[in-house]
């Protein structure tokens, strides 16, 4: 009978919902991400493995003026990428939330 009882509380808590991407996105454009922390608007991407055309944003995201308002202001999309090289940045991906 304890068995059961410990068994119920250890899938109740284990049941428990994970915050949602919204919330996890406060943290910043890219997350918390370890490979894809570099905030960049880019103009041309190959797969999301070589973009082209890469700069830093001329300002910080934030509320008022979110990451992809800041890009799409100089005709690029927003991207996380994790070695940028002269323009040219490798292994990206889209930002989390609304940035």
Partial sequence: M??????????SALAVPTPDIESRSLLGPCGVSV?????SCCAASVLDVA????RSPPEAPSLEAPFSKICAAKGRTPKCC???LAGLALFCKDPVGEY
Avoid: E, H, M, R
Wanted: aromatic share 14%; with cysteine; net charge neutral.
């Fill in 2 to 11: 304890k068995f059961f009882a410990v068994a119920a509380l250890l899938t």
């Fill in 51 to 54: 973009v082209l055309d890469c």
């Fill in 82 to 84: 994790s070695i940028p």
């Fill in 35 to 39: 490979g894809f922390s570099i905030p």
